[in-house]
């Protein structure tokens, strides 16, 4: 009986991640902060990102019980093992067409009735790269990551200016 809770208290998650887009709360600026400043919080990013999809699968199989579901949403999250993959991915959505097409797909996937896994899965990563810092800001020179540091309010803009 846990597992149907925990299974569509995952999916309800994804109508909060919209209320922390463009958020300047303290929280979010630290997150803002630590993924501009760390490659090694990214990596930890991109793996938590796979970590909840794994248990997603694990929720999906213990609830609907069908393996092959779960086939091309597993072989996405084997191409998102790789932090440079993912960030290569990250990078393609950060193109605001390419982020709209990709969105509507995702939207498309989890209304059908057998692509659910993969809808899951592409939404997942569609809101990972919407937290994810643009290749500029990441190549940001020293100095404007000191700028960063010293109000952290102006990177809010820096960081959701997309190609």
Known sequence: MIIPIL???????????????????PAMLQFYLRMVWSRSFRRCYTLAMLASLMVFH???????????ELVCSSLVCVALYSHKNTERAFDFLQ??????????AAMILIFVPHTLPLGITVATVVFGAVFYPPQTVRAAPSDKLKEYL??????????????
């Open 7 to 25: 299974y569509m208290l995952f999916i309800l998650a994804y109508a909060v991640v919209p209320f922390l887009y463009k958020s300047k709360c």
């Open 58 to 68: 694990f929720y999906h199989l213990n609830v609907f019980g069908n393996v092959y």
């Open 95 to 104: 193109r605001k067409r390419c982020f709209f097409w990709v969105a509507m």
């Open 150 to 163: 010293e109000s952290p309010q102006s990177i809010v803009e820096d960081y959701y200016r997309w190609q």
